[in-house]
């Protein structure tokens, strides 16, 4: 009996949902990963990985330390600063981090490992960028209580 396994798509199959609201530097990334995903899931957790870095680079998070302190931050430490304002959502970035230095270092990633990673990158760009459910709750209860335009 013959099994096979898919090793490529073309053109790629997107596993994210690409939003234009999302910076085209991470959005590049995410590209990356739809490409590797099926040939190489430790090269497309790599990338994840750089994508959360070029989110950090999007978010203004310092890639150098405070004034008197030399040499570049890692991204443990920006996802620290950026945790100070998104704490949820730093965990999540932190986990695919440490599962983008896994794949580095070990090139042994399973498909739920990277399926898992995207998802907390999925999470944390839509909560960044795309407006949320009860964001647009709000703006529906607003134009319905003045039954039109809200006041401003």
């Known amino acids: 009996m013959d099994i096979l396994a898919v090793r490529n798509f073309f053109p790629p199959v997107e596993v994210f949902d690409h939003h234009e609201e999302f910076p085209a530097s991470v959005d590049r990334e995410l590209r990356r990963v739809d490409a590797l995903l099926w040939s190489d899931r430790a090269a497309a957790m790599t990338a994840l990985r750089k994508g959360v870095e070029e989110l950090m680079n999007e978010q203004e ?3 150098r330390g405070d004034t008197g302190k030399k040499g570049r931050l890692s991204l443990d430490a920006r996802l620290t600063k950026f945790g100070k304002t998104h704490p949820e959502l730093s965990e999540l970035l932190l986990a ?3 599962m983008g230095n896994v794949a580095t270092h070990e090139d042994d990633v399973t498909f739920q490992e990277i399926i898992d990673a995207i998802e907390h990158v999925e999470l944390t760009l839509t909560d960044l960028y795309r407006p949320s459910k009860s964001a647009a709750l ?3 209860r607003s134009i319905n209580a003045a039954k039109g335009r809200p006041s401003v």
């Open 96 to 98: 695919t981090k440490w």
């Open 61 to 63: 998070i310092p890639t």
């Open 138 to 140: 709000e703006r529906a």
